[in-house]
């Protein structure tokens, strides 16, 4: 967060918001990388797993007149700052009742933060075709046991929602796991 409050500026100067979720779609599609079973689909009626070679993450914006999920299409390739200007963009679109169809489509993953409306947990629901969600909930600030004391810590309460004939529960721990990993260490996200 201290990072994120550090450059914002500079982002917003050149059009966009460093949000949390900009930093989320960064991170989860280097996990995506890593745990390729996240961006799958399965085939029902042909019984395979459609292992997919891009990473369109989606993004559920509430607005008036309910949910849309607008895609930032490889997001694996973009660099931060790329990801946050297409997400004011997007958002922006939403709001003004201006998305296009194409904008809403491709998505093999999705987040959910509805940590701006404060809520403290989340457990999100898979959307067909795809195997997984990431849910975010309201940071908070909490005493964290750290070497004999308890330290103020920003906690920020992430769940998955997974397709269990899909993904097993170890799978999705681990995943979370390395979610949090590299939202600790920045560093290893050039690795």
Known sequence: EAKRQEHK?????????????????KVVAEALQKFPI???????????IIIKDF????????YDIGLMVPIVKNANYKKLTEIALELSALSSKVRD????????????????NLGGIGTSSI??????????????????MEPVF????FEPRLMMPITIGFDHRIINGADAARFLQYIKHLLQDWF????
């Open 38 to 48: 996240f961006n799958t689909s399965l085939d029902a009626e042909k019984q395979q």
């Open 146 to 149: 750290i070497k004999d004391n």
């Open 97 to 112: 009742k201006k998305i296009t169809p194409e904008s809403l489509e491709g998505g093999t993953f999705t987040i959910s």
């Open 9 to 25: 500026q500079e982002v917003k100067e050149m059009g966009g918001a460093l949000t949390l979720t900009c930093i989320l779609v």
């Open 123 to 140: 457990f999100p629901l898979v959307s067909h075709p795809q195997v997984a969600i990431l849910g975010v909930a309201a940071s908070t």
């Open 188 to 191: 290893l996200w050039y690795l």
């Open 55 to 62: 990473v369109n993450i989606g993004i559920a914006v509430d």
